[in-house]
């Protein structure tokens, strides 16, 4: 049969590179209607390689009140009751086109949610083209019902209207393209299958479900959102409240709770006109749940980061909010017997993880729950009329740590004050150098930490980046690295691995996260950090660095400034400090174009010419034309008792250059076997120059053509040489 063209809905967010627990909780939107040709390549391509629905929505958004059709069906058998060859062979004698293939657990163990493991089976889809699309709903559940009846094992939400199906696999594939697609309106006694379903009551489709992201109207007639409305609060009814229709000009709703424990909203004046039912309108299902949890402060859900069941209280004898890993349902079941909360019928998801910029601990309409709880310091607004001033110790302290170096300490102000106004990770960090003593650590701990949350900032060494678990980058907005060494240069070294997670923590905001007994995923690197030194010289830097603030070495103990109070004077006196400090940042005019833009100060080039080889310095100094570099490092040549001597030959070349604008290759290798105690030919070194100069060309030179390189070499007064 000539091939043809169908519909297909196609979600943009999908990753076909990932597997369904990254996927799935991305795709509730991003939806589109595509066409496609029903040959074996697009419709293997299709299932292979997308996330598809056979329906059809009004909008971006996949569910049930915005399906307005059907295109195709997906028949689903994932427990095994039908093997590939049974289903090929049924194939075979259907009067339609279709395609069978295997789902991403096909022949895998599966672990459902309550812990238990199924053991691996074939798990297969039958896709089937349909010739029109079904707009009625009844017209569907009649066609669910005959192939229910054809297929009693088939999963019963096969043709759901909010149904999506994640990519597959080609270890089962068979394309059929010989009948056409699904003519269902001629499929016989299809009407019997039609009166056996339930229609749908009028309570679905008049009733409105009552959403939390909902806004009404509350007795002072202010907009608020459902969420924020305690029950016996009195509002205005949302579907009715402000109508013409109401004799009435006062509120008429509250949200109450039923015997399940669950709320509900009422409404007297729709009870008396008798929409809804009788006045009641339900919640969502999984969006009262969660608005009868928020009452008693508690949380459960399922982190669809791990796929595990989580719950959340404040437990006894700790002050923040816990949440922790619930091992099954039976944990979830004590949990909520224990705590005094309904068992859900169905679970909230939603990915639990750090949300720095969030002062909520929950956001399920946005898909999250918090780790990070915000502190009140970093919290409470500045006073209207209020202008904060840096406070004096903790200047003091910035200013003996940065060793007084106006530059650096004007730039980690401004970085510091971007990062507690925004709230997001920065991609560079400060290195601290200076004996013991000087405030760094007291620094961290009495005022950074106690800002951004002692639970959420944490003082580690560098041994920390060396083992396989980094869960610690999205559980910390902070850390400070202490005794830090190590070559960042990108050469080879004896602590390069160790060295390069350290480099890809501070710049990479995604990256893969392993936890102790726990599986790798894709997470969100939230933490920011700063390194502290004792040593001198910790680290080397290559010349492009773009990840390192340096400053100065103090050399001065804390203990030692004309400033000190005592030790216990200081940490008082910072206490008393802190909101000011952050009222003073969150005011601080902050030049965004600097962040993430590193100084280049003399504290930097010290670090970055430790990382130098002598090559490096030779080229470097040949690129800029620098004589008195490379006189100030000819090695001098002994003769007998005049060591002052140099070698004339090496002499000659230096004094030749004076003004020049060209060299020769025989010249350069003469003059880098000399400075670097080399041997090395004038092919040889001419390798080895084409990866610094570029390759050499023909100049003349005393009017010898000869292979060389234009350099412009700085002039120099040689009448002292006379």
């Known amino acids: 049969m000539q091939n043809y063209k169908s519909r297909i809905s196609v979600n943009g967010h999908y990753d076909p590179t990932k597997g369904k627990e990254h996927n799935n909780s991305r795709v509730a939107n991003g939806w589109s209607l595509k066409e496609y040709t029903w040959t074996e390549p697009s419709v293997r391509e299709l299932t292979t390689q997308h996330g598809i629905s056979c329906n059809e929505y009004s909008g971006e958004q996949r569910s049930t009140d915005s399906w307005v059709g059907t295109n195709a069906i997906m028949l689903d058998f994932d427990d095994g009751s039908v093997s590939s060859s049974q289903l090929i062979d049924d194939q075979k004698s259907w009067k339609f086109d279709s395609y069978i293939y295997s789902s991403q657990n096909h022949q895998k163990p599966k672990e459902k949610q309550d812990g238990t493991v199924v053991p691996k089976c074939d798990r297969l889809r039958g896709f089937i083209p349909l010739d029109e699309t079904i707009t009625d709903v009844s017209d569907l559940k009649a066609l669910e019902g005959y192939f229910k009846n054809k297929y009693p094992t088939i999963d019963q939400s096969f043709m759901g209207q909010a149904r999506y199906f994640a990519h597959g696999t080609t270890e089962v594939s068979s394309f059929r393209n010989s009948q056409g697609p699904l003519k269902w309106k001629e499929i016989p006694d299809l009407d019997k299958y039609r009166q056996k379903v339930t229609a749908k009551s009028w309570q679905k489709k008049i009733e409105q479900l009552v959403q939390l992201s909902d806004v009404v109207f509350d007795a002072d007639r202010k907009e608020v959102p459902i969420k924020d409305i305690q029950p ?73 980061l791990k796929s595990k069941y989580m719950g959340g209280c404040k437990e006894p004898g700790i002050d923040e909010f816990v949440v922790r890993e619930q091992s099954g349902t039976d944990h979830v079941t004590q949990f909520c017997k224990s705590h005094k909360v309904p068992y859900p019928s169905t679970f909230p998801r939603a990915r639990y993880e750090l949300i720095f910029n969030s002062d909520e601990r929950a956001e399920f309409d946005k898909g999250y729950v918090n780790k990070y709880s915000v502190t009140d310091l970093l919290k409470n607004a500045v006073p209207v009329g209020h202008v904060a001033k840096r406070p004096k110790y903790i200047g003091n302290l910035i200013d003996h740590i940065m060793t007084d170096d106006t530059e650096i300490i004007d730039r980690f102000y401004n970085d510091l004050a971007w990062f507690t106004q925004n709230r997001k990770k920065l991609i560079n960090s400060y290195l601290w150098q200076g004996v013991e003593g000087t405030g760094k650590g007291f620094f961290f701990s009495r005022v950074l930490q106690v800002i951004f949350g002692t639970q959420y900032c944490a003082q580690t060494d560098q041994d920390a980046f060396g083992t396989q678990f980094n869960s610690f980058l999205t559980d910390n907005v902070l850390v400070l690295v202490n005794e830090v060494s190590g070559n ?59 990840r390192f603030n340096v400053a100065p070495r103090q050399e001065v103990k804390l203990h030692d400034t004309p400033w000190w109070p005592g030790y216990y004077q200081l940490q008082s006196l910072v206490e008393d400090e802190l909101q000011e400090f952050v009222w003073y940042l969150k005011q601080y ?29 030779f080229f470097d100094a040949v690129n800029k034309g620098d004589l008195d570099w490379l006189e100030e490092n000819v090695v001098v040549e002994l003769s007998g008792f005049d060591v002052d001597k140099k070698n004339d030959h090496i002499n000659s070349i230096i004094f030749n250059l004076a003004g020049a604008d060209k060299v020769s290759v025989n010249d350069l290798c003469d003059l880098y076997n000399n400075i670097n105690g080399k041997k090395l030919t004038t092919v040889a070194f001419g390798r080895l120059a084409t990866g610094h100069l570029g390759k050499a060309k023909t100049v003349r030179i005393a009017n010898n053509p000869q292979q060389g390189f234009k350099i412009n070499w700085n002039s120099r007064d040689l009448s002292d040489e006379s």
């Open 232 to 304: 016996d609060e009195p509002i205005y009814c949302p579907y009715c409240g402000l109508s013409e229709e109401r004799s009435g000009d006062n509120h008429n709703a509250v949200i109450l709770m039923s015997d399940d424990d669950l709320p509900f909203l009422f409404c007297s004046s729709c009870q008396s006109r008798n929409l809804g039912n009788k006045g009641v309108y339900n919640f969502e299902e999984v969006d009262g749940y969660i608005y009868r949890l928020a009452l008693d402060d508690k949380l459960v859900f399922i982190d669809t």
């Open 488 to 546: 960042f240069s990108g050469s080879e070294s004896k602590g390069l691995a160790t060295i390069e997670k350290m480099k890809i923590a501070i710049t990479d905001e995604h990256i893969q996260i392993e936890g102790k007994n726990k599986d790798r995923f894709n997470g969100k690197n939230v933490c920011s950090f700063l390194f502290a030194t004792n040593r001198r010289d910790a680290i080397t830097l290559s010349d492009n660095d773009r």
């Open 589 to 617: 005019p902050v030049d965004e174009a600097l962040i993430g833009k590193v100084i280049d100060n003399e504290p930097k080039r010290i670090l970055q010419i430790m990382s130098q080889t002598n090559a490096d310095m």
